[in-house]
């Protein structure tokens, strides 16, 4: 059964910081791997898709990195700002039920 | 991307009640939807897997009387709380996969706060 596991729990930086999300998997023989936001009281909103068969994807500020052999997946986000506070959570999707993590609650101080 | 909407995005409702929360897909179609359940401070938990025409899938722990699954067409999913209490107070986000030729992609709704008195 797969798990997925996010370090850390909680995280809060100094605006323009760089910093790096962490996400963990039991079982590598994933289809994909997904990032997405979620801000108090929302729904999901998806960032970043990475691939089986892709190592990493850019979107803005935003890099996510998968290594499978590994069973992790990185999300780095370049010279936070406030409105990048929110959680985030990584899940490995598909075509079947998403499994998810905890997520790690990012805040961005001014 | 495709949309996936959700209605209503927030219920209060009596104890004992029932209500329905719909899911929609508004521009591909969706055999199979997944009904998820998040409580204040924890991750999306999955409820059920929602098969147009042929019965829900539900996960451990969930009862199938109490949460009603109606997968009526390839656009809808229907989930009904019956007899609500106060425990089922929940956010509620429902999902649906879009098939591509590469890549299978989910895409979420907006979520539906349920809050039970």
């Known amino acids: 059964k797969q798990e997925v596991t996010q370090i850390p729990a909680a995280l809060s930086v100094p605006e323009g910081e760089n910093l790096v999300l962490n996400c963990s998997f039991t079982?590598?023989?994933?289809?994909?791997l997904q990032w997405f936001r979620q801000d108090p009281g929302k729904g999901l909103t998806s960032l970043l898709l990475?691939?089986?068969?892709?190592r990493e994807q850019t979107s803005g500020r935003l890099n996510a990195s998968l290594d499978k052999s590994s069973g992790r997946s990185t999300l780095y986000i370049a010279a936070s700002q406030p409105g990048d506070s929110a959680t985030y959570l990584c899940?490995?999707?598909?075509?079947?039920?998403?499994?998810f993590g905890k997520g790690t609650r990012l805040s961005v101080i001014a | 991307g495709a949309v996936v909407s959700q209605h209503p995005s927030r219920v209060i409702c009596k104890s004992g009640t029932s209500v329905k929360i719909e899911c929609r897909s508004l521009?591909?179609?969706?055999?199979?939807m997944f009904w998820y359940r998040q409580f204040p401070k924890q991750s999306l938990m999955l409820m059920a897997t929602?098969?147009?025409?042929?019965?829900?899938?539900?996960e451990q722990g969930v009862e199938k009387d109490k949460f009603l699954i109606n997968h009526a067409s390839l656009t809808l999913s229907t989930l009904t709380v019956t007899s609500a209490h106060p425990e089922d107070s929940s956010f509620y986000i429902c999902?649906?996969?879009?098939?591509?030729?590469?890549?299978?992609?989910?895409?979420f709704g907006p979520g539906t706060r349920l809050t039970v008195l």
């Open positions: 079982d590598s023989a994933i289809y994909n």
């Open positions: 929602s098969n147009e025409g042929s019965k829900a899938t539900y």
């Open positions: 990475i691939q089986s068969s892709q």
């Open positions: 521009d591909f179609q969706a055999t199979t």
């Open positions: 899940a490995t999707p598909g075509n079947t039920p998403l499994v």
């Open positions: 999902s649906a996969p879009q098939r591509g030729s590469s890549t299978d992609t989910q895409y």
